[in-house]
């Protein structure tokens, strides 16, 4: 069945590192792709999205972009800040029913 | 984006009781779907809710331990059943809002911790 296979963590970095977290997934057909985030005590929010092969999605400088080679769905910024610090799940939709859900990688960013 | 309002946002519980969660958006939808998030773990899909039939359990989940209602295209309710600490989890419900074909909304969750 569909699946998403997301990079252990936990990742520590320091404020304004790059950061990568590698995502890939398994499905039938072509499906939609996400990330979500989760801060402390809240709920997930949708950060970005990608709905076919090639697409970029990018919200609040993160980045991820669809590779159907790959199958590969990896989130990167360019310069990481203490507020990043949070539960990233990648995540997939395929026939626009349910949400596949990535382990989650727990980020903490120090000053 | 719907808006969704998900009680209660924690619990604490004696286990061999049941506690009903709660999932009202603000916005007509046709598919709402349970998540359970065990600690320090991912998101597990328990079942599709569609108004006007029975909802769709995923491997593992059955409708006696979590029954759930959908009365309306705008609320639903998913009960866990004779409570054991294993139960003890966050759920969520989402939704796939009615013309919106990629984007789905998280419910902020319930805490649930069964004593």
């Known amino acids: 069945g569909d699946s998403v296979t997301q990079m252990e963590g936990p990742v520590t970095l320091s404020e304004e590192a790059f950061l990568t977290i590698n995502c890939t997934y398994t499905a039938t057909g072509y499906p939609s792709l996400f990330w979500y985030v989760q801060y402390p005590g809240e709920g997930l929010q949708l950060l970005l999205k990608a709905t076919k092969a090639d697409d970029k999605g990018s919200n609040k400088g993160f980045e991820a972009t669809y590779r159907k080679e790959t199958t590969s769905f990896h989130l990167e910024k360019g310069s990481v800040q203490v507020s990043d610090s949070a539960v990233y799940f990648c995540a997939l939709s395929a026939n626009n029913n349910d949400m596949r859900f990535g382990a989650g990688t727990r980020l903490t960013v120090k000053p | 984006s719907a808006v969704i309002s998900q009680k209660p946002s924690r619990d604490i519980c004696q286990r061999g009781t049941s506690l009903t969660i709660q999932c009202q958006v603000d916005s007509q939808v046709t598919m709402m779907f349970w998540y359970r998030q065990q600690p320090g773990q991912s998101l597990t899909l328990i079942a599709t809710a569609n108004q006007g039939s029975e909802a769709t359990y995923e491997s593992g989940f059955v409708i006696d331990k979590f029954p759930i209602s959908r009365p309306n295209l705008t609320f639903s309710t998913l009960t866990v059943s004779n409570m054991s600490p294993e139960d003890s989890s966050i759920y969520l419900c989402?939704?796939?809002?009615?013309?919106?074909?990629?984007?789905?909304?998280f419910g902020s969750g319930t805490r649930l911790t069964v004593v």
């Open positions: 989402s939704v796939r809002p009615t013309g919106q074909l990629y984007g789905y909304t």
